[in-house]
């Protein structure tokens, strides 16, 4: 596997390389994907993606569409990442590169339509209404 030393490498590697980019969210986290096939790891906002999502839950949520078409040795992918809390920002991510691999590859939209990754998590949160403390919560009652 290639390691990317700095922002310099990581420009010569995208230059040298063809790759296929797209889009991909989840609640107010937005993510854009490079996939290489080339083998040159994964990079969330130039970090490698185990130093960027230290829980073990967000790291395989990130490598998932990789093991699920069984490319985790051949493909690479760099990320960038923004908005939401870092929960989001994995599913996000994961979207954006099932998204890319499926531009690069037709093949592969069925296994990973079934695994549920191209689909856009559409949940938000409910905003707050007038009259109440949160979007539903009501100030509490008083008698007297």
Partial sequence: MIQAKSNQTMAA???????????????????LARVYQKNIGI?????????YFMNPGDQKKVAAPFQAVGMTETMGATVKVSGSGIHA????VRNAIARAMVKQDEAFRKILKVEGYLTRDGRMVERK????????RAPQWSKR
């Fill in 129 to 136: 209404k007038y009259g109440l403390k949160k979007s539903r």
């Fill in 13 to 31: 590697l995208a230059k040298a390389n063809k790759y296929v980019e797209a889009k991909g969210g989840r609640k107010t986290a937005t993510a």
């Fill in 89 to 92: 920002q994995a599913d996000a």
């Fill in 43 to 51: 990079f969330i906002n130039d970090k490698k993606y185990t130093d």
